[in-house]
């Protein structure tokens, strides 16, 4: 108990400034807070289409991956559906990978 008399009394002796000091510190843990709980949701779906996703890779589906991958608004599955579509017109590796850059820069 004495330690919440001692914020308490802490921020009394801070005077008028005090109040402006615990607005921005309560934005800011507002904004902490909704990221942390949007980059939870976005993992979670995203490891989720993965699960998805990796036995058609692993088998050389690239046509059912492909419409999975397009079919879904899952940033994996964004930055996925470009490398698939170039890998019907390029077959050089660095193609790819290129192109899937490119679409992680778009998301």
Request: charged content about 20%; aromatic content about 10%; glycine content about 6%.
């Amino acid at each position: 108990m004495q330690t919440y008399s001692t914020i308490v009394n802490f921020f009394q002796e801070g005077g008028f400034f005090m109040y402006p000091i615990a607005l921005v510190m309560a934005v800011g843990m507002a904004i902490a807070l909704e990221r942390w709980l949007y980059l939870t949701k976005e993992l979670r779906s995203n490891r989720k289409m993965w699960d998805q996703l990796m036995p058609a890779l692993q088998g050389g589906k690239y046509p059912t991956a492909m419409s999975m991958a397009s079919k879904s608004d899952v940033a994996i599955c964004k930055v996925l559906n470009y490398g698939l579509s170039r890998l019907k017109s390029a077959r050089r590796r660095e193609d790819i990978e290129m192109a899937m850059e490119e679409g992680l820069m778009e998301i």
